[in-house]
């Protein structure tokens, strides 16, 4: 094991050998018998870390304190009531609209659309063996 690696190991898992991975543990070990400076000031280093981290104790929050930090907090509004004051407005102009197109639509299928005879327009099914009748002028009759 290089004194660098055995750095990052002490780095990452501290400086008790057991939480170190099992297949690391044992060269850590004789890096750490021979001596090595490096690696002395690694463990120390890790070991100071370790120790500051355990003394380190979680004060908790008094528990009223966390009532009224609660009860402080906006409260979340109801669908209706958060959009109440657009909704009514825009339901209202959206009804109208709609009342509106609805009537017009109305109105336009009531009205009575000139029907196209045959006579004028032929039918699309026509297949040509109606009469077709031709006026002829007198003047082109006689030639």
């Known amino acids: 094991m290089t004194p660098e690696r055995f750095a990052h190991l002490a780095d990452a898992y501290g400086a008790d050998l057991q939480r ?38 979680v004060v908790l929050a008094d528990p009223e304190l966390a009532r009224q930090i609660r009860q402080s907090a906006p409260q979340p509004k109801s669908f209706w009531a958060r959009y109440a004051g657009w909704l009514s407005p825009a339901g209202v102009v959206g009804v109208g609209i709609a009342g509106i197109v609805t009537g017009m639509l109305v109105a336009s299928m009531s009205v009575p659309l000139p029907m196209l005879s045959s006579e004028v327009l032929p039918s699309v099914f026509d297949q040509g063996d109606a009469e077709v009748v031709f006026t002829v002028n007198a003047e082109e009759a006689e030639q």
Do not use: C, K, N, V
């Not at 890790?46 to 380190?56: E, F, I, K, M, V």
């Open 20 to 57: 170190w991975p099992a297949q690391e543990q044992g060269s850590a070990r004789a890096l750490l018998d021979s001596g090595h400076p490096s690696a002395r000031a690694a463990m120390d280093e890790a070991g100071w870390l370790d120790t500051q981290l355990d003394s380190y104790h």
